[in-house]
């Protein structure tokens, strides 16, 4: 069973800028495709953004899209979420999750990082 553990939320104002870290435990990092995963008080989770295994494709829901950019660190099985020009409606308590070899559900997840954007 995978472990992940995300860290880097905090309270930051409009327009500043954060970033979420995710590290995985075991020695398959490299080979899953990795997201991100945000869920607003009250409201349901929803996608953020994806990266491959590799690195090379990368997708982003539109209301992140020019302002987060999410990569990898294989060697060091970490996965990253910058968040830039954040905004109030950003707030919410931020997820990653790894994507399952055979289908295009997320299986295992963190246990997550609030980010609180003032106005």
């Known amino acids: 069973q995978v472990q992940l553990v995300e860290s880097g939320g905090g309270l930051v104002q409009a327009g500043g800028s954060l970033r979420l870290s995710c590290a995985a435990s075991?020695?398959?990092?490299?080979?899953?495709?990795m997201g991100w995963f945000r869920q607003a008080p009250g409201k349901e989770r929803e996608f953020v953004a994806r990266?491959?295994?590799?690195?090379?494709?990368?997708y982003y829901a539109d209301s992140v899209k020019g302002r987060f950019t999410i990569s990898r660190d294989n060697a060091k099985n970490t996965v990253y979420l910058q968040m830039n020009s954040l905004k109030p409606e950003d707030t919410a308590v931020y997820y990653c999750a790894r994507q399952s070899l055979f289908t295009n559900d997320y299986n295992q997840w963190g246990q997550g990082t609030r980010v609180t954007v003032s106005s």
């Open positions: 075991g020695r398959t990092f490299s080979t899953y495709t």
């Open positions: 990266i491959s295994s590799s690195g090379t494709n990368r």
